[in-house]
């Protein structure tokens, strides 16, 4: 057996963790998006394989067995080369995702179903907006030119993002409550615009915003990839056939 996890995520970070521990052979992949990824206890890889022939030819020769898709929900594309890449080469597939948030009492969502329609949602008179959707789509935003964006950003930019009014936050996950409630006060944050990402580690600018009654505007996750999903590291074990009472 030898498991190939495509990663970026806290979930393929805790996979690999409990990988190790159980001596199951296993590589990572990294996009190489950030510029210091999380160090992992496994041997690991940066960089795209070059589409579903170049992911294919990479499990081939690495002998691996089992696939887990433990990349963010909104990395449709490397979801849906990895079901065809394992198809092909007749490996098995998972995929390792947290559910999506919901909304519960309080919150103020609004719901759209891609970026773009984010942005065109927001047209109308200038705002203070958190921006918390990563760095891959900001310019798109330059068609609201009249909001001041805050950005939270995992590395600081290499070069100015295209948008004429904002300010920059370099920091990473897990964020907390207080933080975050801080922070939407500090820049008099007057609605959140965010992808659902789902997990612990940044649902803390929701928690905030439903206190401080602040409108979201939440990006719905792209179509699932067709292929089995399970929540848990605990059920990616089970898949790959590992007993952890009997740590075989
Ligand atoms: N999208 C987000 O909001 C978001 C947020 C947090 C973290 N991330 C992480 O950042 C990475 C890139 O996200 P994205 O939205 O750019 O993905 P994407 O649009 O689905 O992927 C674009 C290309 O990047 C390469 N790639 C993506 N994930 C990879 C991985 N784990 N290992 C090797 N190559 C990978 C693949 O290149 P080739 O076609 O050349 O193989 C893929 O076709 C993902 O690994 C994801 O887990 C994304």
């Not at 995520?9 to 052979?25: D, G």
């Not at 805050?150 to 993002?161: I, N």
């Not at 996950?173 to 997990?199: M, Q, S």
Request: glycine share 10%; with cysteine; net charge neutral.
């Amino acid at each position: 057996m030898k498991v190939l996890i495509l990663g970026g995520t806290t979930e393929a970070s805790a996979l690999a963790r409990t990988l190790c521990e159980y001596s199951i052979p296993a590589l990572f992949s990294y996009a190489g998006r950030v510029t210091a990824p999380k160090p992992q206890p496994l041997p690991t890889r940066v960089g795209g394989f070059g589409g579903v022939d170049g992911l294919a030819a990479f499990l081939a020769d690495n002998g691996i067995t089992h696939l887990v898709d433990a990349t963010h929900p909104f990395a449709a594309q490397m979801s849906r080369h990895a079901v065809a890449a394992a198809e092909r080469c007749g490996v098995g597939l998972i995929a390792l995702t947290r559910p999506p948030w919901e909304p519960v009492a309080g919150d103020r969502w609004q719901r759209v179903a891609s970026v773009e329609a984010a942005v065109q949602a927001i047209a109308g008179p200038a705002e203070r907006i958190m921006l918390a959707i990563g760095r891959m789509h900001l310019a798109e935003f330059a068609a609201q030119a009249q909001h001041h964006y805050l950005l939270r950003l995992v590395d600081a930019p290499g070069s100015l993002p295209p948008l004429p009014r904002h300010s920059v936050i370099v920091d990473r996950g897990p964020f907390t409550l207080d933080g975050d409630r801080a922070l939407l006060r500090a820049h008099r944050i007057e609605r959140i615009v965010c992808k659902n990402a789902g997990g612990e580690g940044a649902a803390s600018k929701l928690r905030a915003a439903r206190e401080l009654g602040l409108p979201v505007l939440m990006i719905d996750r792209p179509a699932p990839a067709p292929r089995p999903e399970v929540h848990s590291v605990d059920a990616v074990l089970a898949w790959l056939g590992h007993d952890t009472d009997l740590g075989v």
